[in-house]
């Protein structure tokens, strides 16, 4: 494990604090926690991003097969 230092505004820092008591847990561990989610988030593929970008065969019905796509994908 790394050491870092966070620079945190006032309310940050109390809002830590409150949460860390309640819990029971170091702040640095509530850091580290949330660290993980938002990071895990960033690598999960958007895949409503898509939606749109490129047009459709010439008198298709692309937004009905995006919505197919998107059901076998999210299944």
Known sequence: MRKTMVYLDEEQFLVLK???ASSKKKA???IREALA???QEKDRIDYFSFVGIAA??????????AEDILKEVLR
């Open 37 to 39: 989610a938002y990071l």
């Open 18 to 20: 409150k949460v860390a």
């Open 56 to 65: 459709g065969p010439e008198n298709g019905c692309a937004s009905k097969e």
């Open 28 to 30: 640095s561990e509530i």
